[in-house]
């Protein structure tokens, strides 16, 4: 089998430890040498595997995506080799082979012969961008659940606050709540701190807020709602960090910001995962089996046996979904019609994912061309095959039982 990286490395990676095997091969040796160390997994070991692997001349070095103990690792390599982190998927099991020493001395096999495939780990600026984007969403999905646990004591005190105000952490809903914190307990009262903006009427409230809480149920409610206060501060110093590191990403940010359905921060995902730069993936196809989005394609014996996505980036799947519900709204467009085909066949779930595989692919392609989204417009599919537009709403008529002559006018 070709040789096709003669100095090459790999490592075998865990969280205190990290076994690395440098092999050479040479164009003229039957056999490659192969010499094996084990470094600790400190910023000053590390330092030392990278003076070493210099002294070995090695070019790539591969490892496999462990959880979060392989990002030191690239850190300190990534700017003087070629580094590798490969999905552990592709390097099956062999029997045999399960210790460190033989992992990484098959890794190393691997990665000499050509036979791994890169995962894509953008440069260091955008990966501090997604830590950033990842944090906020972890720091959004927390607030969730807190207003959940407040709902909760509320209902357990009787206070049916959630049945009268559609979101009882809003302006409304807060000040009330302080007020019960606070200790008050007359109903009427607490009624008149609603917004004039609220649909519920006065007595309505009053009833709602008529409970029976307890001291520690006021102590718990003071606690989650200062938590959610300290949530709501986090997020936006997130946003602001968000905002800075994407000052320079400008120029992408109005393209995608042409395309129905991604504005905000949908947009600030996009460029977190994906980058201002589309040159990592060949073509949309592969952006999108990257993103999860593309159908899968598992066929034997000449059967297509299942057509479901594949395992991809999980919050840029959701966020590409989420704005192809928002794209199925925008009226007139391409995206709109699309949906409102598939959804009749496949239902509303199955077409929202075949509107975000398609919008993936606009993405790579307005990336990639840096030049704005052109809309085919709501009626493509109906001009795009006349005749067969024409035969189903006949067909459609007929079965409503007219009887129909066509004529085309000038």
Known sequence: MEVLFPHCAAGDVHKKTVVVTVSHHPADAAKPKMVTRTFGTFTEDLLALHDWLLEEKVTHFAMEATGSYWKPIYNVLEASFT???????????????????RDSVWIVELLQHGLLKPSFIPDRPQRELRELVRYRKSAVEERSREVTRIQKVLEGANIKLSSVLSDINGLSGRAMIAAIVRGETDAELLAKLA?????????TLAKALTGLITPNQRDLL??????VAYLDSQIALLDEKIKAQTDNFDE??????????????????????????????RNGAALSSWAGVAPGNKVSGGKRLSGRSQPGNQLLKATLVQAAWAASRAEGTYLQAQFRRLSVRLGKKKAALAVAHSLTEIIWVVLHRRSPYVDLG??????????????RAVSALKALGYEVSLTKTA
């Not at 917004?195 to 007595?203: L, N, P």
């Not at 992408?252 to 042409?258: P, S, Y």
């Open 83 to 101: 580094t590798w982190v490969v999905n552990p998927a592709h390097i099956k099991a062999v029997p045999g082979r399960k210790t460190d020493v």
């Open 195 to 203: 917004d004039r903006r609220v649909r519920a009427s006065s007595e």
């Open 222 to 227: 003071g606690m989650q709602m200062d938590h």
């Open 252 to 281: 992408a940010r109005k393209l995608l910001e042409t395309i129905p359905g991604i504005k905000g921060r949908i947009t600030d995902v996009i460029l977190a995962e994906v980058g201002p730069d589309v040159k990592p993936f």
């Open 378 to 391: 709501g009626n493509y599919f109906q001009n795009r095959d006349e005749e067969a537009a024409t035969r």
